[in-house]
């Protein structure tokens, strides 16, 4: 019988000890620069990458994220500090967001070809304000139609700790009962249903790679070689030249997340490549700016040919780039920064409050 292989999973208790997920950035990355070709259309072949699905990466990694966290801390306090949680959430999120929204105003402002973009804009102001982006295009898209998933990871942020860890007491149940809000939503079928839908695959992934036996399970499912995730994006990719197959897309997606993290030695070189890693590391900022940058492209270069497409993506990446950098260091760290000191002083602050 000849000698079988090693297995190169990730120990279980290696998982436990660790929430950096290093492989997560290069995936960001990757699926920035996807999201950048589902917006030329005048490049023929970047049709076939179907760059729109890649915001599912992010939608399942929130998901995943979140729910990790967040049964990790109510391991080790006992509970879930949802003050902290919003907190850490809103200034996580919101600042840049709001950052976005005043840069693509003065864009379409004082930018003549994007005059005719300002009514449209200035329509649709006050559901972004609102935080309802999501719901702000329902007559037709805009220059800022992309910041629709800040809305549902938003909403997703709200809820989800609330109706999980702290009306849902009982572990065991926790993933049976988003297992079943999440094929509502699948069965709903609507574009949003679909987003939210992926979210929880995420969450699902957590619930269950938390769990000794649940580790085991997806260990077993991932203990492939690297070529049959690959014939799985190939696959998915044919499909959805078909049509929009969005369970199929959470589904696929969160096997690719479960495959990098208990898979992580063989995807760990490609995944974590420091350029690609870095893109991820500013993926936020650079999601919400690339729409303007790839606009002022389209205005040096035209938007009637494959070149012009080409040149205009280029031109988008490198613009948006040193954008998203400075946008991180003015307004996104600094919003952690204060969030956290924030914090601390309302931690300070209890006990004093208590013996009042």
């Known amino acids: 019988m000849p000698p079988t292989r090693p297995s190169r999973d990730l120990r279980y208790p290696d998982y436990l000890a660790s929430d950096n997920r290093p492989a997560f950035d290069g995936l960001r990355g990757l699926g920035f620069l996807l999201v950048i070709t589902a917006h030329v259309p005048s490049v023929w072949f970047f049709g076939y990458l179907q760059g729109w699905a890649a915001v599912w990466i992010f939608l399942v990694m929130s998901g995943y994220l979140v729910t990790m966290l967040m049964m990790r801390e109510e391991k080790r306090a006992g509970r879930i500090d949802l003050r902290a949680f919003m907190v850490r959430r809103f200034f996580r999120i919101v600042p840049a967001y709001w950052a976005a929204i005043l840069i693509y105003w003065l864009a379409c402002y004082s930018l003549p070809p994007l005059a005719e973009d300002y009514p449209r804009f200035m329509a649709r102001l006050p559901a972004y304000l609102a935080f309802i982006p999501e719901y702000a295009d329902t007559d037709g898209f805009s ?3 992309h910041a629709w998933t800040v809305g549902v990871e938003l909403k997703f942020y709200l ?4 109706v999980v860890f702290l009306m849902l ?19 709903h079928g609507a574009f949003l249903s679909a987003a939210y839908c992926a979210i929880l695959f995420g969450a699902m992934l957590a619930l269950a790679l938390e769990r000794p036996q649940g580790y085991a399970f997806v260990a077993r499912l991932t203990r492939v070689p690297v070529a049959v995730p690959l014939a799985l994006i190939v696959a998915l990719l044919v499909l959805l030249h078909y049509g929009e197959r969005f369970t199929a897309l959470a589904a696929v997606v969160t096997y690719l997340l479960a495959y990098t993290i208990v898979q992580e030695a063989a995807v760990s070189r490609m995944l974590t490549w420091r350029p690609l890693a ?23 270069f035209g938007d009637d040919s494959t070149t012009s497409g080409l040149l205009a993506a280029a031109f988008c990446l490198v613009l948006t780039v040193p954008a998203a950098e400075l ?3 003015a307004i996104e760290r600094p919003g952690r920064d204060y969030g956290r000191k924030l914090l601390s002083r309302m931690s300070a ?8």
């Open 143 to 145: 220059i800022f139609t």
């Open 159 to 162: 809820l989800f700790p609330l």
């Open 169 to 187: 007491r009982i572990p065991s149940g926790r993933f049976a009962a988003v297992a079943v809000v999440a094929a509502l939503f699948a069965a």
């Open 278 to 300: 870095y893109l991820g590391q500013r993926s936020y900022g650079a999601y919400l700016l690339h729409f303007l940058a790839l606009r002022i492209g389209y205005m040096i």
């Open 327 to 329: 946008l991180y260091r």
């Open 349 to 356: 602050r209890a006990p004093e409050l208590f013996r009042s």
